[in-house]
């Protein structure tokens, strides 16, 4: 039973350099989910696909972007990326009125 | 717009002893509460969930939650912590006109001590 799965786990990224974190979900759901976890602050909402072909803006939107490829992927684009996107990544996804499932996280360090 | 606030961000507690986090949201609609655990370096795994019905609701692991309306609170609570429940604990809410945004709390770090 896969889930809902992150790659890659850990990245380190040197200023400037863009990335592509990637998520896929086998449960069939809607709603996918990027956070990101940084101490103190709990899980804040990046970005969120409500289904197919959407996505929205949520709490930290700034220096990120998104693409809900299909139904089972949702990945997360650093164009340039900065010190302070530093943070662990949490990919989620949820179905019909059912609770978030998560990922295991991707470790992102910017130097 | 919905929010949660969890008052401690660490609880340490003896082995044995009981144990409550706590937990409070804002909102002008109802509501839908969770909880999540984490243990180190993992992502995050559902305690329990309260959407409707009984206020009392029971999850996995002996911990248990209880919904107060009037206190807008949702606090998490086990009689008796064992080592292994040392994570971080999260409370979450979403409401009945978005139940698919999730807003989390900063988390609660509970420490068990032998």
């Known amino acids: 039973n896969a889930g809902v799965t992150q790659t890659p786990k850990f990245q380190v990224l040197k200023t400037g350099q863009s990335m592509t974190l990637q998520c896929a979900q086998d449960m069939n759901h809607n709603s996918m989910y990027w956070y990101r976890q940084d101490p103190g602050m709990g899980l804040r909402l990046i970005y969120y696909?409500?289904?197919?072909?959407?996505?929205d803006k949520g709490e930290v939107p700034n220096g990120y972007n998104v693409s809900r490829l299909n139904k089972r992927e949702f990945s997360l684009r650093l164009e340039s990326a900065a010190p302070s996107q530093t943070s662990v990544y949490f990919c989620a996804s949820s179905g019909q009125e059912t609770e978030a499932f998560f990922g295991q996280g991707t470790r992102l360090t910017v130097v | 717009a919905q929010s949660v606030t969890q008052l401690d961000s660490q609880v340490p507690v003896f082995e044995e002893a009981p144990v409550e986090l706590r937990c409070n949201y804002s909102s002008s609609v109802s509501v839908y509460l969770f909880w999540y655990v984490q243990y180190p370096n993992q992502g995050l795994q559902l305690l329990l969930k309260?959407?409707?019905?009984?206020?009392l609701v029971k999850g996995i692991n002996g911990f248990e939650a209880e919904f107060n309306k009037s206190q807008t609170s949702f606090h998490l609570r086990k009689p008796s912590v064992h080592i292994s429940d040392t994570a971080e604990y999260f409370c979450?809410?979403?409401?009945?006109?978005?139940?698919?945004?999730?807003?989390f709390g900063s988390g609660t770090k509970l420490n068990v001590k032998p």
């Open positions: 309260y959407l409707s019905g009984s206020t």
């Open positions: 979450a809410v979403s409401s009945q006109y978005n139940f698919n945004k999730f807003y």
């Open positions: 696909s409500a289904s197919e072909g959407t996505t």
